[in-house]
């Protein structure tokens, strides 16, 4: 069983940038595809980035394309989430999770192990 923990959240100013790390333990994560999820409040969870095992191919929401880069260090079992130019709107709790799949999918249902999360808070 995989165990992820979330960090780099806290408050921010627009236009500012931070890099979330999620760490895993319990299992080598190198073989797996990731996910970034977030949840604003009064919000459903909803998708941010996906990154498969390798690092080779990534996706992401539309809302944080060309602003958010997910990427991965296997050997320190680690995933990221670099943000830059950061909006109010992105203001969540930002959750990782391993994908059952190897394919950089973006539906919740397909991830499992999910962190405890990390807030972030973008003021204007």
């Known amino acids: 069983q995989v165990q992820l923990v979330e960090s780099g959240g806290r408050l921010v100013q627009a236009g500012d940038s931070l890099r979330l790390s999620c760490a895993a333990s319990?299992?080598?994560?190198?073989?797996?595809?990731m996910g970034w999820f977030r949840q604003a409040p009064g919000k459903e969870r909803e998708f941010v980035a996906a990154?498969?095992?390798?690092?080779?191919?990534?996706n992401y929401a539309d809302s944080v394309k060309g602003r958010f880069t997910i990427s991965r260090d296997n050997a320190k079992n680690t995933v990221y989430l670099q943000m830059n130019n950061l909006k109010p709107e992105d203001t969540a709790v930002y959750y990782c999770?391993?994908?059952?799949?190897?394919?950089?999918?973006?539906?919740?249902?397909?991830?499992?192990?999910w962190g405890q999360g990390t807030q972030v808070t973008v003021s204007s």
């Open positions: 999770a391993v994908a059952r799949y190897g394919t950089v999918v973006t539906d919740e249902r397909h991830f499992h192990s």
């Open positions: 319990g299992r080598t994560i190198s073989s797996y595809a």
């Open positions: 990154i498969t095992g390798s690092g080779g191919s990534t």
